[in-house]
């Protein structure tokens, strides 16, 4: 007669013993059923955990949820520009719960004009209800104002720009905004920096509209993504 | 006047182009004071650029001046 190996039970003829060939099988059917996925997933889970050198669902001891805002920006939305339009709203924001949002932006402007493009918070397109302050720096010219609205962007005739702007409600309840830009080209790149802030405080940030100063100037292949920092 | 835009649901994932009806005169209010302020910033960017280039020659001059350069 012969013994039983501890985990599979699988029997172990004795050395001298003979017609053992049922048995046999019967190990192969019991290896066989015990090397699925599933079965093996839950004998590593009987050991898994701290220490153990797996620790699988987590980073340094801590699951996904622990880790807060650390594990980077969260893509909120993006649109890549099909035809020329005026400007591009991004709706359905919750700025109380997601504190700070991150604009990326390629703007072409196909017109014949220089023009601004203002950035509009939930929906309040009264441009004197914002002031920004700007500096661009041209070679070795630097120059700088503060206006009564909020041309968060601003492009020359026929110019391209790329420009990333940090937008957030500050404690007290004030819009705020800050962006840094890079246009034109070559030879004549520009660097732009530009802060702007609302005249009045806002409850929360449900919608950002990017417009611009004339009618179809936001041109086609211009590209929007809008990220949040924080991930709750 | 219709504005033409593409308003981007971040909740539904959901872009659509949508249309913003203005009258002509609210247009051209809104067209002329965009095209001042253009002309305001160009100008300050002119006067700046113009003011650099005095104050570089005056510098080059008082560098000359003194024997440093």
Known sequence: MGSYTPNFNLYKPDINETGWGNEVNQNFDTIDEELTANKILEKIKTVDGAGSGLDADTVDGKHASELGGTTGFEKVAEIEVSSNCTYVEFTNLDGNSDWFYVLFTTIKNPTGSGLGYNLFVNGETVETNYYNQWINIDGTSRCSDRENHPWAFFNEAGVKSFYEVIISKDSDGYFRYIGKGNRREGNNVMLTLTAGCKTATISNITSLRIQASVSNAIGAGSKFILFKVRRV | ?69
């Open chain 2, 1 to 69: 006047m219709k504005l033409k835009g593409f308003k981007v649901d971040v909740r539904k994932n959901k872009i659509e182009e949508v249309f913003e009806e203005i009258s002509d005169e609210e247009y051209q209010k809104r067209l002329e004071e965009a095209k001042k302020r253009e002309k305001e910033r160009r100008i300050r960017e002119m006067i700046e650029a113009k003011k650099q280039e005095i104050l570089e020659r005056i510098a080059i001059e008082e560098l000359k001046r003194e024997g440093k350069l």
